[in-house]
């Protein structure tokens, strides 16, 4: 499923969010220096946030058609998974991973993180957890355990920190058992974003495994949250948590 995204990275680029900038400088703040390695870096979403604010970002990411976006936004990407990735004896100053350190071998990727960061430098994996309003919360939920009823996003409510709570803990747990970082801190830094009707079903198809239904039932699931959304009023405010698993090296 983690070789999956790369078979619409156009639409992944143009739908799905950003990261709050304050979340950006509070990783840069506490990095040593600005050299970046970017660890799933997709088509770049979070890549250009810390090139931005002024950092040298290097990708890796194991979907080459990802990769190749990437190149096209002038990113310097190698094709691997990161658990095998040679680094060829180069060091970073943070090695970050935006929405895809649950890709990752919690254990192996930090090991491989730890070998790759000079000292004090900072892994910092993070997440954009969404939690809509409470009434499309739970449309949205019963549209997913009428459609989908295995899938998590049918089980309770919809997004949530509750929905994410068990990554961050992986995540965790995989830097302490390495034993080269000093004890791992999660950082919240929340925001919102407005979306319409069309907005909001032009990100859907990018969630995981959702580009690998069988054919009718994304056009079933879309047309259901779809009128969630026009039930409504057509548009929404979604609340985002951006939450960082974050330890330096020691």
Not at 42 to 63: E, K, M, P, Q
Not at 224 to 240: K, R
Request: net charge negative; charged share 20%; hydrophobic share 45%.
């Amino acid at each position: 499923m983690a070789e999956s995204f790369g078979s619409g990275p156009e639409r992944y680029d143009r739908s799905r969010p950003r990261y709050p900038q304050a979340m950006v400088d509070a990783i840069i703040a506490a990095s040593p220096g600005r050299d970046v390695l970017d660890v799933g870096i997709g088509t770049g979403v979070s890549a250009r946030a810390f090139h931005a604010a002024g950092c040298r970002v290097l990708g890796v990411d194991v979907d080459a058609r990802m990769a190749e976006f990437a190149r096209r936004s002038g990113f310097e990407v190698e094709v691997a998974r990161f658990e095998d990735w040679d680094p060829a004896g180069r060091t970073f100053d943070s090695v970050i991973a935006g929405q895809t350190w649950h890709w990752v071998s919690p254990v192996a990727g930090a090991a491989k993180a730890a070998k790759v960061l000079r000292p004090g430098g900072r892994l910092a994996v993070f997440w954009n957890v969404f939690q809509p309003p409470p009434d499309l919360s739970d449309a949205f939920a019963a549209v997913y355990r009428r459609v989908l009823p295995g899938s998590p996003l049918s089980r309770g409510t919809f997004g949530g920190l509750g929905a994410y709570s068990g990554q961050f803990t992986k995540a965790a747990d995989g830097i302490r058992e390495v034993g080269a970082f000093g004890d791992p801190e999660q950082w919240q830094f929340d925001w919102e974003r407005s979306y319409t009707r069309d907005e909001w079903l032009d990100q859907v198809p990018t969630f995981g495994g959702h580009n690998q239904l069988v054919p009718g039932k994304l056009e079933e699931l879309l047309a259901g949250i779809g009128a969630a959304i026009v039930a409504v009023g057509g548009s929404f405010t979604m609340g985002y948590a951006a939450v960082v698993v974050t330890a330096a090296r020691t």
